[in-house]
């Protein structure tokens, strides 16, 4: 297991290793969403795998509670997005704009420039304001008057979306949503985690007492770590048959991307290091699967009307698609 590097900002401390960090971090952010302990540690895992995020559920279930315990767990700064119909990329990415005093144009960043960006109700903006995204998603970048600056490390992108309303929103195209590493819902909490919701008086309490537990340059050492874990050729095989198997699938009309491939793999070695393990087991993938690959499939409109989703399509390739049994850890 490779070692993290101590805290930065204080007195020397030992060497503290990677699944020991990705646990603070879950700890932490659990400690404002109850009962959701499979959530956060996706969201950890998305962030740390240099990914981001699309949350699709109802009001009031905690997606903003969960960006920021996410920013206060990892000491980094916090945007927030209101995304409607009205807004522009400008009022996203930041604008140029004229010192009187200076006789010059300077550069007003946008909420974009944080480390964690809450995109609110994304599906409401136009499509033209949700692309300006794109760049930044991709390359954690953006360039405003043909000036590329780079975005704070590490950068991930929470954005939400309300299922239930369809009046004034402009559903995200196959394209965008192939950006998002994974798709994910918190649903409503379990009796007794509401019961305890109560009695703290909902989350805000929790936040203004929540304190980093690591640094911000730690997570992008994780993440450097994560790209060493080792995937074996056997592995890396298994996955090219998964993704080739959403591709001939009779019920989809589009299959997982190269791109998805990729993520899946970067995933599974984030799950693999926060496990205690140096190597990626076929267990990795098919855990993240879910998450990963099923909101980047199109089904055919044949199987919506036999009530088939994406979610079934997941699992009946991972039941088809045979697991190697040779992994080289090596």
């Known amino acids: 297991m490779v070692d993290a590097p101590a805290p930065t900002g204080g007195p020397a401390s030992p060497p503290e290793r990677f699944a020991d960090l990705f646990g603070r971090v879950c700890d932490n952010v659990t400690r404002v969403i109850r009962g959701k302990d499979g959530v956060v540690e996706l969201t950890v895992l998305a962030l740390v795998a240099e990914g981001h995020v699309l949350v699709e559920d109802v009001p009031g279930v905690g997606k903003t509670s969960l960006a920021k315990a996410l920013a206060r767990s990892i000491d980094g700064t916090f945007g927030r997005v209101q995304f409607t119909p009205d807004l522009l990329p400008a009022d996203v990415l930041g604008t140029s704009v004229w010192n009187q005093q200076a006789g010059s144009f300077e550069f007003r960043a946008g909420p974009v420039f944080a480390n964690v960006l809450l995109a609110d109700e994304v599906n409401r903006a136009s499509p033209r304001t949700q692309s300006a995204l794109l760049e930044s998603m991709a390359e954690a970048q953006v360039t405003v008057d043909g000036r590329t600056r780079p975005l704070p490390r590490p950068f991930v992108v929470l954005a939400t979306q309300n299922p239930l309303e369809h009046h004034g929103t402009f559903?995200?195209?196959?394209?965008?949503?192939?950006?998002?590493?994974?798709?994910?819902?918190?649903?409503?909490?379990?009796?007794?985690?509401?019961?305890?919701i109560l009695a703290t008086d909902g989350e805000a309490a929790n936040l203004a007492a929540l304190e980093p537990v690591v640094s911000a340059e730690q997570v992008v050492a994780m993440a450097q770590h994560c790209r060493r874990v080792h995937v074996s050729a056997t592995l890396s095989e298994y996955l090219i048959d998964l993704a080739a198997?959403?591709?001939?699938?009779?019920?989809?009309?589009?299959?997982?991307?190269?791109?998805?491939?990729?993520?899946?793999?970067?995933?599974?070695?984030?799950?693999?290091?926060?496990?205690?393990?140096?190597?990626?087991?076929?267990?990795?993938?098919k855990a993240l699967a879910p998450a990963v690959?099923?909101?980047?499939?199109?089904?055919?409109?044949?199987?919506?009307?036999?009530?088939?989703?994406?979610?079934?399509?997941?699992?009946?390739?991972?039941?088809?698609?045979?697991?190697?049994?040779?992994?080289?850890?090596?």
């Open 245 to 285: 198997a959403t591709r001939r699938h009779r019920h989809l009309a589009l299959g997982m991307s190269p791109r998805a491939t990729l993520g899946l793999q970067r995933a599974a070695r984030v799950r693999a290091a926060a496990q205690g393990r140096r190597h990626v087991v076929p267990d990795d993938v």
């Open 293 to 330: 690959v099923a909101h980047r499939l199109v089904v055919h409109p044949e199987a919506h009307v036999q009530r088939i989703s994406a979610l079934d399509v997941v699992a009946d390739v991972l039941d088809s698609v045979p697991v190697p049994a040779d992994i080289h850890l090596a």
């Open 171 to 196: 559903p995200l195209p196959e394209s965008q949503l192939d950006r998002f590493l994974m798709k994910l819902s918190i649903g409503y909490p379990e009796r007794i985690d509401e019961a305890e």
